[in-house]
């Protein structure tokens, strides 16, 4: 299953808009990511399948009205018949662990009720970007992965594809996230097509391309297709 990701603050999903008007296949995407820490606003469409929550802070000790709890219960209310909500466990902050665990097995109860997956993201700083931190807060709250490819260093994607396994339910793709740059897509698969044939070894074929620029969505997109075509 491959899809985008909506990373527009106007809440726009240009491939679907232009594809409307442009015969071509390569514009349109049956399947759609909502990223509501871009556009906050929840939209109904049958293309959209699961949502990129706000962020908010898991492990905040202060936050003694439990607000991250309450935000991200309300959203779950709001998608129900939705397949996923992907998360991140912190604002950057280092997290207190038990509050942490806390709020996660909370709310990963609450969207198990409702039938929601929960994926935790893997981030490129603090505490989510080291993998052994992200696998045992999924183990003890009993949730997934979504498995952000360009927030890991080159060398050790590979690695965290192992310590994730099996709990990674989708996989956001594009080249690498920089400082100051944000997400820069591939001019190629050279540096993804192994990282591309673990996912697919461990059968992960979810995968949501996580760029901001329509030709970069294209492009990607057409580099996965013809992957995916010669894959087989």
Known sequence: MLGVCMRSKLGKIPCISIGNLVQNRYMTFKHIDWGLHYYPKIIKNKSIIGFHAPIVNLGDKKDKSKTCLMTLKNIIDEIKGYNYLTIHLHNGKEPDKDTLINNLSEISDYAKKNNIKLCIENLRKGFSSN??????????????????????????????????????????????????????????????????????????????????KLNEIIYTKNLLEDYLDNHK
Do not use: Q
Request: hydrophobic share 40%; net charge negative.
């Open 131 to 212: 993998p052994n931190n992200v696998i045992e807060m999924v183990d003890i709250c009993n949730c997934n992965i979504t498995f952000d490819i360009g927030h890991t260093d080159y060398k050790y994607r590979d690695e965290f594809i192992d310590i994730f396994s099996n709990r990674i339910y989708n996989v956001h793709v594009y080249e690498l996230e920089k400082d100051k740059i944000g997400h820069i897509a591939p001019n190629n698969l050279d540096n993804l097509r192994s990282v591309l044939d673990k996912l697919l070894d461990n059968k992960c074929d979810f995968w949501l391309i996580e760029l901001m």
